[in-house]
C-alpha cells in the first residue's frame, strides 16, 4: 500500500444479494493490498421493493457471523477481520432493526440510504417522474427522516449516494446546491454521535470524488465532525481499497490527521502520518 489508511470498513461478499464473490477471496484479495484489517458490511435491506434481477436484500446472520468466524481465526496471522452489517434505512424498520441489532455482537454498523419512499435511486425509474434536483433533495429529506427515529448506527453511509445514478451524476450538483439540508443532516449526525464514512465508490462510479463530495467532508469538520471511517464499499475483490490513496489526501485536506475504525462498537481513531 502507499498510503496510509489500512483498514476498508465497508466490503461485501456473497451474502450480500448483490455480490457473487467468496468471503475468503475478499479477504485474500485484502491482505494482498497489504491491509492490516477489513470489516465486512453485509446487506440488510427489509422491505426492499422488487427488482429487475429478483434479488432480495435479507440476510443469513447465523451462517454468515459462523463463516466470517472461521475465516477471522484462519487468517488471524495476516489481518483482521471484523463483523458488522450495513442497515437499509426506512422510517418504518425502525423497531425491526433495533431488535435485529440485538442479535450479534457487530463490531460495526452502517446505517445506509438506498430505499427513498419506495423507490431505489439505483434503477432508473426512480427518475421517470422526479426532475434531478427534486429528486437528490428528496433523497436528502429522506436520509433526515430516517435519523428521526433511529440512531443507532455508528455512521451514516455515503450520504450522497443518490448522484452516483442522477441523469447527470455529478454534473450539476454541489454541496452549495443543497447547502441547507446537507448542513442540517450534517449537525443532526453529530448531535447524535454518529458518524459519516468517506465512501470510495464515487471515484469508481467515475464521478472523481467520494460520497459524500469533499466539500460535504470539509463541512463536517467543519461542524466539530470527528468520526469518519473509509470503505471501498467493494463487492468484488479488486475493488477493495480502491483509491485510498486519494481517500487519504482527500481527508487531510478537509482537516483530518486520522481516520476511524470500530471494534466492538467503539472507535478508534488511527493516525494518517
Known amino acids: 500500500m502507499k498510503n496510509s489508511i489500512l483498514w476498508d470498513c465497508h466490503m461485501h461478499s456473497s451474502f450480500s444479494a448483490d455480490s457473487d464473490t467468496d468471503m475468503e477471496k475478499m479477504i485474500q484479495s485484502a491482505i494482498s493490498c497489504g491491509l492490516e484489517g477489513v470489516c465486512f458490511t453485509e446487506h440488510l435491506d427489509p422491505d426492499y421493493p422488487p427488482t429487475p434481477e429478483q434479488q432480495i436484500f435479507h440476510l443469513g446472520l447465523d451462517a454468515y457471523a459462523h463463516r466470517l468466524s472461521f475465516l477471522k481465526e484462519k487468517y488471524k496471522d495476516s489481518i483482521v477481520v471484523n463483523l458488522g452489517i450495513e442497515y437499509g434505512l426506512q422510517p418504518h424498520l425502525k423497531e425491526n432493526l433495533k431488535n435485529h441489532l440485538k442479535m450479534y455482537p457487530f463490531d460495526f454498523v452502517i446505517g445506509s440510504s438506498h430505499v427513498v419512499h419506495g423507490s431505489d435511486p439505483y434503477y432508473g425509474e426512480y427518475f421517470k417522474d422526479r426532475e434531478e434536483t427534486r429528486g437528490y433533495r428528496e433523497y436528502f429529506e429522506s436520509i433526515l427522516e430516517n435519523l428521526n427515529v433511529f440512531s443507532e448506527m455508528d455512521v451514516y453511509g455515503h450520504i450522497d449516494y443518490i448522484v452516483r445514478y442522477g441523469p447527470n451524476k455529478n454534473l450539476y450538483y454541489?454541496?452549495?446546491?443543497?447547502?441547507?439540508?446537507?448542513?442540517?443532516?450534517?449537525?443532526?449526525?453529530?448531535?447524535?454521535?454518529?458518524?459519516?464514512?468517506?465512501?470510495?465508490?464515487?471515484?469508481?462510479?467515475?464521478?472523481?470524488?467520494?460520497?459524500?463530495?469533499?466539500?460535504?467532508?470539509?463541512?463536517?469538520?467543519?461542524?466539530?465532525?470527528?468520526?469518519?471511517?473509509v470503505g471501498a464499499d467493494a463487492h468484488s475483490p479488486e475493488k477493495i481499497a480502491f483509491a485510498f490513496d486519494k481517500a487519504a489526501e482527500v481527508l487531510k485536506n478537509c482537516g483530518f490527521r486520522y481516520y476511524t475504525i470500530f471494534k466492538n462498537r467503539t472507535p478508534e481513531f488511527i493516525s494518517l502520518s
Request: charged share 25%.
Open 174 to 229: 454541489s454541496y452549495e446546491r443543497y447547502q441547507d439540508i446537507l448542513d442540517e443532516i450534517l449537525r443532526t449526525l453529530i448531535r447524535k454521535n454518529i458518524g459519516i464514512e468517506l465512501n470510495t465508490g464515487g471515484y469508481h462510479y467515475g464521478l472523481g470524488e467520494p460520497n459524500p463530495c469533499t466539500a460535504v467532508i470539509r463541512r463536517y469538520r467543519e461542524l466539530g465532525g470527528e468520526i469518519i471511517t
